[in-house]
């Protein structure tokens, strides 16, 4: 199925515990971008019967009548997915005000893949911490997630938690080419320019905090509005999470590692940990 919009907002919807939440934050950024929004839904074969038992002695004409049965399960499977998969975009799609445009995109094959595909109309991507397959695993990052977030170099939500609109953004900046790009974002972004902005930089020291932090003076000169510049020292995870708690911080932008596919590479990164911790959504930008 073609995607409809040259540029859009793509939102992944499962029907796992975020939908919802995914759901209205592609709203929000749809309507304050003035961008289109598709709600996007992926159907993944797993070729695997759910029936326990084939073990045991099997003549070949069982072995035959077997394989047709298994034929026929994964066909009747792949058509009850596919359905459940198009009434959540029917569901979701009733959440979008009228004043939006939106469309509804269902396509086969694994979820990386296919915005990879897309990657060169996505103008941000959202989607939950975790899908279908880890429901109930406590701050779990899907497989897949961690496939889009190496693989992708758009703006990626990912929603961790229910639906908030943004009263505070804490811009997590460290000096980097990425950190450069998060704040640009927060000062092209129409939603970020009303809302309380904290761009907080943790270091050894205050001192070398504050050195960095010149580096993000000329995004700052550019915003409008309350924005608060902290230098702070601590160790960077703990220290940006108790900053979040006690401002009441409802989304954090920062820049994203770069690409690598090596997982303990990736799972030993900043980014990594913070996407573990994080409490509330985070903007990934690189």
Not at 192 to 201: A, G, L, P
Not at 261 to 267: C, T, W
């Amino acid at each position: 199925m073609p995607l409809s919009f040259d540029s859009t907002i793509l939102a992944c919807v499962d029907g796992a515990s975020y939908t919802e939440s995914v759901t209205d934050f592609g709203v929000l950024f749809a309507s304050s971008s003035q961008t289109p929004l598709t709600l996007f839904n992926t159907v993944e074969h797993a070729h695997v019967s759910e029936k326990k038992d084939f073990s045991g002695n099997i003549t070949l004409g069982g072995r035959d009548e077997l394989l047709d049965n298994l034929v026929e399960e994964e066909r009747a499977k792949s058509k009850e997915t596919i359905q459940e998969g198009k009434a959540i975009l029917e569901a979701m799609k009733a959440r979008v005000p009228a004043s939006i445009q939106v469309a509804l995109l269902q396509r086969h094959g694994k979820l990386y893949e296919n915005v990879q595909d897309l990657e060169g109309r996505i103008r941000m991507l959202i989607l939950g911490l975790s899908g279908v397959s880890h429901q109930g695993e406590s701050r779990a990052i899907g497989e897949q997630v961690e496939e889009v977030i190496r693989a992708l170099h758009v703006p990626i939500l990912l929603v961790n938690a229910p639906f908030k609109t943004p009263k505070k953004v804490m811009i997590a900046y460290d000096g980097s080419q990425s950190a450069k790009k998060a704040l640009e974002t927060v000062v092209k972004n129409p939603l970020m320019r009303n809302i309380e902005r904290h761009i907080v930089c943790v270091e050894s020291s205050v001192k070398k905090a504050e050195q960095t932090l010149e580096s993000a003076q000329p995004f700052v000169a550019q915003m409008e509005g309350e924005v608060h510049v902290m230098p702070l020292e601590g160790e960077a995870v703990e220290t940006l999470q108790r900053h979040q708690t006690v401002y009441g911080i409802d989304l954090i932008a920062m820049g994203a590692f770069s690409h690598n596919r090596l997982r303990d590479r990736l799972f030993g990164s900043f980014t990594a940990k913070m996407i573990a911790a994080a409490k509330v959504p985070l903007l990934l930008l690189r």
